[in-house]
């Protein structure tokens, strides 16, 4: 039996997978065993989480007994470095990534390039976290993805003010981005410390596979989207001329115009917005049930992307999608 939790667990084949992708023990600064943890994911229904302590990979070992079956565990670490925190996941077991750096030494790129060469993520994390390191100095050129929801900390408020700015700086970078042909995904992810934090929020990812290259692969496409809990159900697809895109997608609508439709449930009396690289371009509020459909029209000329937010009626966020890319 191997040392380290296998690369693979029992899934549904091609499906939507649930997972946390930033998550800390005992091993670093958690309060919580991984045995604690992995119990704490597949309450929440999670399907994968990754485990991420701060500049080390002595937990990668700790997670053999208590992964496998229904739990995929993603090896990985929390890089903290003085200019911002990064996520390296699909890392080697026991592989470490070093983090005695800053943004103007020029270092970083040869540990990006370490975790590329094994098939991993590099993802900037809480890139607005306000504290000492957290706020994120480095360019985003060379990391995959962007953490725009973080989790709880020690506040009892799911969606705080330095997600809102990540939100909008990436979808400031999206709307650039998009019309050029390449743009970086969003996750979100709890940065679980403390019991009741895992999976408040994770992403829900579509992969081939329950398997760590699958996922990240889901990721690294932006075939994901991002929920509170496993409570919150969303897809959307834009549909043109017979041919169908969902989350991460890209649609060649030949001129015609394309059905953008969102189905929601889980999120009483909620408002969705549908955004493009114009903003936000369309309102609609959800039942008190929770479920329903919103649906709007546009075309590749006016709309490079569309992509959904959805909101309780508080302003805190309850789902947002990466975009489908319209051409």
Not at 53 to 61: F, I, P, V, Y
Not at 123 to 140: L, M
Not at 162 to 170: G, P, T, V
Not at 255 to 273: D, E, Q
Request: aromatic content about 8%; glycine content about 12%.
């Amino acid at each position: 039996m191997s040392n380290y939790p296998p690369l693979c667990a029992a899934g549904r084949g091609r499906s939507w997978y649930r997972g946390d992708c930033h998550v800390h023990s005992v091993h670093s600064d958690g309060e919580l065993t991984p045995e604690q943890l992995a119990a704490g994911a597949r309450a929440a229904g999670l399907d994968f989480i990754a485990t991420t302590e701060h500049n080390t990979a002595d937990a990668h070992g700790a997670w053999a007994s208590h992964a496998g079956g229904d739990l995929l565990v993603v090896l990985g670490e929390e890089v903290t470095t003085e200019a911002g925190h990064w996520l390296a996941l699909g890392i080697g077991p026991g592989q470490v990534i070093g983090w005695e750096y800053g943004a103007r030494d020029g270092l970083v790129d040869r540990h990006l390039a370490q975790v590329h060469g094994v098939g991993g993520l590099c993802v900037a994390a809480h890139p607005h976290a306000p504290y000492p390191s957290g706020d994120f100095s480095y360019p985003y050129q060379g990391f995959d993805v962007v953490e725009v929801w973080n989790g709880l900390w020690t506040s009892d408020r799911p969606w705080n003010a330095d997600n809102e700015a990540a939100l909008a700086e990436w979808g400031d970078a999206l709307a650039v981005d998009a019309p050029m042909g390449r743009w970086r995904p969003a996750m979100g992810s709890s940065d679980t410390h403390l019991e009741g934090q895992i999976g408040i929020p994770h992403t829900v990812v579509l992969a081939e596979e329950l398997s760590t290259r699958a996922v990240l692969d889901g990721i690294r496409a932006g075939r994901s989207w991002i929920a509170e809990s496993a409570a919150v159900e969303v897809s959307l697809t834009a549909t043109a001329g017979g041919h169908l895109a969902g989350v991460g997608g890209h649609l060649e609508t030949f001129g015609a115009r394309a059905a953008v439709r969102a189905r929601i449930c889980g999120a009483p009396s909620a408002t969705v917005s549908f955004h493009t690289d114009l903003g936000t371009v369309h309102r609609t509020s959800l039942p008190g049930n929770g479920a329903g459909t919103a649906e709007w029209l546009t075309t590749a000329r006016d709309s490079a992307f569309v992509r959904i937010e959805v909101r309780h009626p508080d302003g805190n966020m309850a789902a947002l999608t990466n975009p489908i890319i319209l051409a």
